[in-house]
Each structure stands twice: as C-alpha cells, then as structure tokens.
C-alpha cells in the first residue's frame, strides 16, 4: 500500500509540476504579448513624431527657399534700378556740357562697370 501511495504522490507531484509550468508559459506567454503590443505601440508614436518632423522640415525648407527666392528677386531689381540710375548720372553731365561738374561714380559697386 506504501508503494501505491507512493506512486501516487509521486505523480501527483508531476501533474503538479506540469501544471505549474504550464501556467507559468500563459502567464509568460500574456507578459510578453504585452510587452510586444507596448513595444509596437512605442515604434508607432516614434514613427508618428518622425513623420511630423520630416513633415515640418520640408515645410521649413521650402519656406526657406521661398524667402531666398524673394531676396534674389528684389536683389535683381535693385541692380536694375542701380543700373537705371548710374545710366541716368552718367548721362545727365554729358547733356549738361563740358567742364560744367564731373561724375564721381566711385561708389558703383561691384557689378557695374563705367563706361
């Protein structure tokens, strides 16, 4: 009778054990579920936040663009303008007769050459 007892005790002890093991995996098993959906749900925002910033700096770039692109337009019609007006000083004297003024172009700039 000991020897069946025994036996039995001995078995119910493995039971036990796979039971316990077996618990153990589903609650593992949950955990880790969990922590995968926390994982996804973390690389989603990551995702989200970079697609704004890329999002926020081509709006800033083309901003930036369009800013340079206005400065260059008004540049152009300053030198237009500067260039008008150099042609109007050079020839007002010219209309004005000799030796009545002379021209000080000195301040020219660059771009512009006296003729």
Sequence with gaps: M????????????????????????????????????????AMNLKKEESEQALKLAKYNFEAVCAERDRYKD?????KLRNRELLDALIKNPLERGPGE????????????EVL
């Design 74 to 78: 008004e540049l152009a019609e300053m």
């Design 2 to 41: 000991g020897t069946i007892l025994y036996i039995v005790a001995v078995y119910l002890a493995y039971e036990a054990v796979k039971m316990l093991l077996f618990l153990s995996g589903v609650i593992l098993g949950g955990f880790f579920k969990m922590k995968e959906k926390e994982l996804q749900h």
């Design 101 to 112: 003024g002379k021209l000080n172009v000195s301040g020219a700039g660059e771009d512009f």
